[in-house]
């Protein structure tokens, strides 16, 4: 089937874009006010919007269905009391993962549209000092790992994981020194986590304790890996990636080569590095103008590129500086 193109805005549509021209061809409205966040099914057929009212909307996109027919509304799950802020799917489609305004999580069935047995609305908020009050957090953010373990980021600063199974927070980490969590992203057991302090914090699985002779399931835990910063003010998107450049730019030996212009000023000092680490990697986006890529298999520093969007040259841009044309000196807010 061909290749589709979604997004979702604020004014509570979703568009559907020409891969050719680049332009509109069709509009959906989500029927909840503003859409907050999206996000598409693994499998590809199916969008859930957060939006505006509360509601986690399910929208289907047909089956071998052309370019420009839009979406068909499929299902709404129950309203939060708040509004919706963000959304992400299980890895067998058969779970959707919302968060809300009031500090809250959900585990939604797909099937029945309730909440999953066993995993009632799941709080990260806070005792607000002697009051015993709870302190309410936005939950930005949402991503969830093969095993239903979830990572949600809010509005001071933490991201915490979630048993997605027992529905209770089992870890906390405040690595954005109070700052909004605005973006996470994941691939297998590897999580990082971006937001308006301009850093990158990656957080890995580690066993904490194993049987010797197997009888017991190993213990495994969650730690910071490591943590950088490549952008001057927010981080607003990430997105993990395969290689960033073609297969075909392998010279004989197997090794990545650039395939920027020879004569940019960056191109001499470009070969001479070795692209081929370069198989998984992250990208950033930031309201800086500037995208940067970089890979995360040991969050190798020196092997960063800057994708300058805006004027001027990038510090650190030892592989190529290059200029993206549909966002000049302007905001990347996706990825």
């Known amino acids: 089937s061909a290749m589709r193109l979604f997004s979702a805005s604020l004014d509570g549509s979703i568009m559907e874009w020409s891969m050719k021209t680049l332009a509109p061809i069709v509009v959906n409205d989500s029927h909840g006010g503003s859409i907050w966040s999206m996000a598409v099914s693994h499998g590809g057929s199916q969008l859930a919007v957060a939006c505006h009212d509360g509601g986690i909307r399910i929208f289907e996109v047909e089956e071998d269905s052309e370019v420009g027919t839009g979406v068909n509304f499929k299902k709404l799950l129950t309203p939060h009391p708040g509004q919706a802020l963000s959304v992400c799917w299980s890895h067998d489609d058969k779970s959707i993962i919302s968060g809300d305004s009031k500090g809250y999580v959900r585990v939604w069935n797909i099937k029945s549209g309730s909440l999953t047995t066993g995993c009632q609305t799941i709080s990260i908020r806070d005792n607000d000092g002697a009051s015993g009050h709870k302190s309410a957090s936005l939950v930005w953010a949402l991503t969830v790992l093969p095993d239903l373990t979830i990572f949600a980021a809010d509005s001071k600063g933490r991201t915490h ?169 302007q905001p990347c807010v996706a990825v």
Not at 193 to 202: L, P
Request: charged residues 20%; proline residues 5%; contains cysteine.
């Open 161 to 329: 994981v979630i048993d997605g199974g027992m529905g209770m927070v089992v870890k906390r980490f405040v690595s954005h020194h109070g700052a909004d969590v605005l973006a996470l992203a994941s691939d297998k057991f590897e999580v990082f986590s971006a937001g308006i302090d301009g850093r990158v914090v990656h957080y890995r699985r580690i066993i904490e304790a194993a049987d010797a002779d197997e009888t017991s399931p190993a213990v495994f835990s969650w730690v910071v890996a490591g943590a950088s910063r490549f952008h001057t003010h927010d981080i607003r998107c990430l997105c993990l990636a395969g290689s960033f450049f073609a297969p075909s730019s392998k010279d004989i030996n197997g090794k990545y080569v650039p395939t920027a212009d020879p004569s940019h000023p960056h191109a001499r000092e470009a070969a001479k590095l070795d692209y081929s680490r370069l198989h998984r990697c992250i990208v950033s986006g930031g309201v800086d103008t500037q995208m940067c890529l970089y890979t995360y298999e040991h969050y190798d520093h020196n092997k960063t590129v800057k994708l300058a969007l805006g004027k001027g040259k990038t510090a650190n841009a030892i592989m190529a500086s290059i200029r993206l044309p549909p966002w000049p000196a």
